[in-house]
């Protein structure tokens, strides 16, 4: 199996790489253009596959830049006509532990993020076919990991403090959008599980993935890319079905391997299928807007049997996830939306076995506001009983495990202030309960407080 998936994805980059060459070809003999976005599992992106994995900026007047760079004197918007499309976005979350958790203490993170999407129509003649590279870099501590002791990371863009290579693809549109494939090096998450209503808020427990699926199987999101194979289909305009194959290998992205795609490694692959409804937007449609994601997947990787000795084939997880617009404020995006989640894996290969996350947020906050945002969100990890029996049976003072809590929950309270179209701030207070639940260690309830700064560049 681990033969077969190098080869395949020898093939992807192979193909990847003369993509690429056409589109430097191409746009020789091409008058330029422009345009940037954002993205990851974070910002406002959209996925290649088509799907937002994260809240887009809402519209400010047209007569405001879009990006902070804006259109560097006309020469990117001609290279958006011509077929390419540079991205580029900023992130920093600085954060204090000021009660509880292990210390007090204060700490900065900061992601780069810089890609480009090339239109191979444009370019090269290829209708449909388009090709996106990404990199990635993040600097910093993390206060979850530093200070306070938690598994729900406090800060959404902590971890992983490297440059790094995080998406070589090639995505292809068929029968008029309907089917999207693509094939190449990305993030499983990019495509499937997200939730862009959960990046108003910082932790990563909300942005834009439920961990349950990322720490318990091959499951890879943003910035962690892996060699895989997507498909999206439009059944009609408000229902949508996705699936694919994707590498699952430990040893890619990591700070030895940021830069090589063909570290050997795998272990398998997942296998996934989620059917996502989208009330709202269908032509004619009076339906508020929202989304509505039924998922499974199974990784065929062996691992550890955890609780007890051996391993066990296969890791699998189901998850349910939703939100939903319930009132609207006039013909715009002002209005209130709730979102739920939840997750559920095996005690034998899982650490978190069961996941559940629900919160809301407004849009439009006061008078002149319409993209501010306030959102007030909770979640709760449930650590596996099995593990938790084992610390209790091997405690060296019997009884000192007894009371232990079963869960980590994350409480947050977030606004987000549209300062214009390409920044956002956002004022942040977070309440962990249990921070020692997953390191089985009594640390006291903690609270966080901190800003968040996004730009697009």
């Keep these: 199996m681990a033969r077969q998936i190098q080869t395949i994805a020898r093939m992807a980059a192979t193909l990847v790489t003369c993509a690429s060459f056409a589109a430097t070809g191409a746009h020789a003999e091409t008058a330029p253009e422009t345009k940037a976005e954002t993205g990851a599992e974070t910002e406002a992106e959209t996925g290649a596959a088509g799907q937002v994995v994260a809240p887009p900026v809402t519209p400010a007047p047209s007569t405001e830049r879009e990006t902070l760079t804006g259109d560097w004197g006309g020469l990117r918007s001609d290279l958006k006509k011509a077929g390419v499309t540079f991205r580029g976005d900023y992130v920093s979350e600085t954060f204090s532990a000021v009660d509880g958790g292990q210390r007090r203490g204060t700490t900065y993170v900061q992601q780069v993020r810089l890609g480009a999407d090339f239109d191979m129509e444009r370019l090269a003649g290829w209708q449909g076919g388009i090709v996106h590279v990404t990199f990635n870099d993040r600097r910093g501590v993390g206060l979850s990991s530093d200070f306070v002791g938690n598994r729900l990371p406090i800060q959404e863009a902590a971890g992983g403090y490297y440059a790094r290579l995080t998406e070589a693809s090639v995505e292809q549109n068929l029968m008029g959008g309907r089917l999207n494939l693509r094939l190449g090096y990305f993030a499983m998450g990019n495509d499937l599980g997200g939730m862009a209503i959960g990046c108003n808020f910082v932790n990563a427990a909300f942005c834009a993935h439920p961990l349950s699926m990322s720490g318990d199987s091959g499951w890879y999101n943003y910035p962690n890319a892996r060699w895989g194979a997507a498909v999206r289909y439009k059944l009609r305009p408000d229902l949508v079905l996705r699936s694919g194959v994707y590498q699952v290998n430990p040893r890619l992205n990591d700070e ?92 034998i290969s899982a650490q978190i076995t069961r996941w559940y996350a629900g919160g809301l947020v407004k849009t439009g906050t006061f008078k002149g506001r319409d993209a501010d945002t306030i959102g007030l969100g909770f979640t709760h990890a449930v650590v596996d009983p099995r593990l938790r029996r084992v610390h209790v049976d091997t405690a060296p003072v019997p009884g000192s495990y007894a009371s232990l809590p079963a869960g980590e929950t994350a409480i947050e309270l977030s606004y987000g202030f549209q300062a214009n179209r390409w920044l956002v701030v956002r004022p942040d207070v977070q309440y962990i309960i249990d921070p020692g639940a997953f390191s089985f260690r009594s640390t006291p309830n903690a609270l966080a407080l901190g800003l968040q700064v996004r730009m697009q560049f």
């Excluded at 570290?263 to 339906?287: F, H, I, K, M, N």
């Excluded at 499974?296 to 349910?320: E, F, H, P, Q, W």
């Design 256 to 347: 030895d391997n940021a830069w090589d795609p063909f570290a050997g490694g795998t272990t398998g692959v997942v296998l996934p299928l989620e059917l996502e409804y989208d009330p709202g937007t269908r032509p004619g449609s009076r339906a508020l807007p929202g989304h509505y994601k039924l998922g499974a997947y199974y990784d065929t990787s062996r691992v550890d049997r955890l609780g007890g000795g051996g391993t066990v084939k296969g890791r699998y997880g189901l998850y349910i996830l939703a939100d939903q617009m319930i009132v609207r404020e006039g013909s715009g995006n002002r209005g209130l939306s709730i979102f739920g989640q939840f997750t559920a894996n095996p005690q």
